[in-house]
């Protein structure tokens, strides 16, 4: 009975110090990306590098594991400065890919620069409308140059002011070119239609993908 006791006291014990360990945060500095984080993501094998994305005013790089930010060297050649998700290459993690509600941009330096890829997306002429919004780029797990760009936004801008919401654009070329594939809610193009999450299901040559859209349930396409 003693030893049984020892053991819960034991067991509390390291229970308590593992539940101490991961509920100690440390705030990071500033990265200055705006009045909201709407993006966070950390390089693949390097740790060190992390990269914020915000509402307003661009990205925030550290190449320091948030210690330090830079927004110098990170914002060259955006258009915008409202992000949503980033999306790093499976092959190369120096190549990245932002989502944005100026469609898909692209850094093949690390994030020191970005290009615009919005070639077979819709033009968008108007700043207070945003024609093809895209709230993530995905890499299918067996092939790195077919991506899709997922048509949406965590953020609720005003009804009339961004359209096609719930579209499903397509690029077999790395991202040159893009072709709209689908609508995730046939006829909608709206806030009723926006794609706030979206994954490919498990499996090196899965091909089932699940999107969560605002107010509505979760969406399964094979």
């Known amino acids: 009975m003693h030893n049984f006791r020892m053991f819960l006291v034991c067991a509390f014990m390291l229970q308590a110090r593992v539940v101490a360990e ?11 990306v705006g009045g909201a984080v709407t993006a966070l993501a950390v390089a693949p094998g390097g740790s060190q590098r992390v990269f914020v994305g915000g509402d307003m005013l661009g990205v925030g790089r550290s190449v320091d594991g948030g210690k330090h930010w830079t927004q110098a060297d990170a914002n060259a050649g955006l258009k915008t400065g409202e992000f949503a998700e980033f999306t790093f290459d499976p092959v190369d993690s120096n190549c990245l890919w932002m989502a944005t509600m100026d469609g898909p941009y692209q850094s093949r330096h690390g994030g020191r620069s970005w290009s615009q890829r919005r070639e077979g997306l819709l033009s968008d002429r108007q700043w207070t409308k945003y024609s093809a919004p895209i709230q993530k ?11 899709l ?40 193009t709206n806030h009723e239609a926006n794609i706030t999450c979206v994954a490919y299901g498990a499996g090196a040559h899965s091909q089932t993908l699940f999107a969560a859209v605002t107010g509505k349930q979760l969406y399964n396409k094979k």
Do not use: M, T
């Open 137 to 147: 780029i995905l890499f299918d797990p067996a092939d790195a140059r077919h991506l």
């Open 22 to 32: 991961v509920l100690h945060w440390e705030p990071l500095l500033e990265p200055g």
């Open 149 to 188: 760009a997922l048509g949406g936004n965590k953020r609720k801008f005003d009804v009339g002011k961004c359209f096609n919401y719930g579209a499903v654009w397509e690029s077999q070329d790395a991202g040159e070119d893009w072709v709209l594939r689908s609508r995730i809610i046939p006829g909608l």
